[in-house]
């Protein structure tokens, strides 16, 4: 049977012709000599191996017909076009190897010398005379999609509106001639020209916009100041030997299935065709992954592993693509994909149900994928245990007589408050924070598993800010003794006691040479959970091939206390990458996003520094706007005025999220914008909390908190109250100790990045009175 491999190209059909290019390829996959097909060669074309098929009367796939010895035939498929161009095309377009890179690309060579009638005589099946095709719908923009280079202030208030760009260098301007790009570097003469005078990112935008995948991602690098060498390590690309053998057919098959960029090879599979033209228009991390995308989804890894990498970058999608490969390779795996929050595990098992329906989404501990948030794990651990095993595990990790968890509280803030208000211990307000002695219990006394005064007055408490000596931490054990007496007297346990429960369980299995609930654990967002989180991941597969895979970026943790990873027994040296290219946002927000990270020097989980300065996007939009109002009723207007603008010009108003720091702005925000008239073409629209509403109404504008907004993206996103009585938000700082202060800011910091960097398209920041301390002076 034939195989087929799909070119990711820009070529756009509607949804009817793409039924019958399904239908079309479907048939080729099973026999490329079947009639209807009418696969035909071109009579003196630039490529001997070009082909055409019959998709409908009117419209022809272009194809290349590969001879691999040993091989059924197998096609690449180019695109389908109306019949003329289809044919035009066919005749002038080479496949070849770039080769500088290695990498299969389409050139158009123009038109061949014989004349256009000299097509091959078989092409007769065309209507003529006034029935004759139309001409080729132009390509209708998609809302989300649109690259318009337009300032975006259009509909916004006039008070206080600037755009906030960030100075953009062309770093191929130094160093690189057009012949260099062209003979080290694989740029076609063009594109090489144009890029190097490339006065502004979006000039640079619409180049690699133009240019085969591979060659445009070469320029990005090239264009951010890195080497040749660099850019060809982190595509896995390597120069061809040029000689008789150049461009092989073999050769060519071989790059994509490889994993070239701008191919996906499908074979012969039905599923796998019809994910990939699915995704030629929508979800394309479906398919046509970054070639390091790939790399980290299929790798086999001798341990624990670290995916590093900025927000848009494509951590989540490498966890989904790994979640199917494990799968793939032994259906019999148990594997856990776990994250943070309820909605992202939501959201997780979602998206791998779109990338591969053929996967079986299963409980803990079963064959298959399990999405499951850690607070969930350990309950079910916890629960699934025999009493000894909890007593055991209990005594251990709180004390002897706390065998019993029949509830779990969340609310530790409170019962921190209510055990300082009991004890009323000698220390200094700021040791009593609610906040500070959450920190301290959950990193310091759990992650020790400590349960008496004396093993904790003798614990290192290496990396926390604020220095306790011994009488003060006898005071603080006073408050954890009476914290855990009352939850005791409640039998409860919080979130993440049950957590440290959960792995002991497990711990105590191991030990006994019982057998592990999983094989393979795959972590997104690693960078927000716990000490007790991490005891757990380890806990849970034993040490080996593939057992930990953690996707995290230090720059967006926004909850907990950094961590790292080597304290918990997992050890991921030599076993770190991280990723650059960002996905979903333009070059623009990109920038904006990454200024706001500036002021502080970020720390990774291997204690290492960690960069923002290098974060690359591939497209191009309006610069980030922001808007100082006078006060928050003119603040709100501004943003309604905006809201109208983009759902004037064709955006879903699902496709908008309205982002502020607390709950409190989030309730002001909805009622004052109540109030508001805003409309698209369908009618009025409104906010709505967006964890209110399950499934969002076409008229609903969703409203969130910048936490609630972790892992989310929209089109375009207004990141409201940003003034300086908001952010850093009061109650973070709150009698918390002066130490502390620097790792709150920075997580406040982290926060706005993280709103930031939801957007796609369009950002929009605003604050009324003077500007937070935490925004980039522009
Ligand atoms: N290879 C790809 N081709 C096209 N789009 C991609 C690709 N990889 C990722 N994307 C898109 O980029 C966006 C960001 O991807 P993803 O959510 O995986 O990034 P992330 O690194 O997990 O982001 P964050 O850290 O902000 O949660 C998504 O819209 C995703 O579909």
Redesign the pocket.
Known sequence: MPFVSMASTKNKVDGSIKKRIYDFLQKLQVDDTAPGLHIEPMKEPQDRRVRTGRVTQEWRAVLYKMEVPGEDAHYVYYGTWHHDEAIRIARSTVLRLNPALGTPEFEDRGAPQTPQEDVAPQQTDLPSGPEAPPETPPEEPTSGESASMEPALEGAAAAGATTATVPWTNALSTGWTADALHEQGGINPDLAARALAATSQAELSAVIDDAPESQGLVLLGLANGETLDHVREDLHLSPVEEGAEFSTDQQVVDAIRRGSAGFAYVGDSDEELRTALESMDI???RV???PE?RVYAEKSTNGAYRLS??????????LLHRARHLHRKNPQARILLTTFTKTLTASLAENLRRLDPEISLVGLGEPGVATLGMDQVSAQIVRHASPEEVDAAVERVLGAGRNRLSRRVGKTAELFDAAVERVRPDLPEELTAPAFLDQEYTTVVLAHRITSERDYVRVSRAGRGTALNRAARQQVWKVFAQFRQTNQLDDAATFPELAVIAAQILRDRAERGEPLPVDHVLV??GQDFHPGHWMLFRALAAEGPDDLFI?E?SH?RIYGQKITLSRYGIHVRGRSRR?RL???TTAENLAYAVSLLSGDTYVDMEEEMERSDDYRSVRSGPAPVTIAAADVGEEVAAVAARIRGWLEAGHRSSGIGILVRSEKALTDVIERFSAMELSDRQGPVRLVDARRAAQLRPEEIPAMTMHGA??M?FECVAVMGVGEQDMPARWTLNRMPEAEHQDVLMRERSVLY?AA??A?DELLVTWSGQPSSLLPEM
């Not at 990498?309 to 490498?318: E, I, N, S």
């Open positions: 979800d394309r991390w046509f992954l970054h995308q990498g900025g927000a848009g970058t494509g951590k989540t999608v490498v997104d967002e996707a970026d967006q990723l960002n996905y979903r972790k892992g993206e993280v960097s939801r796609r």
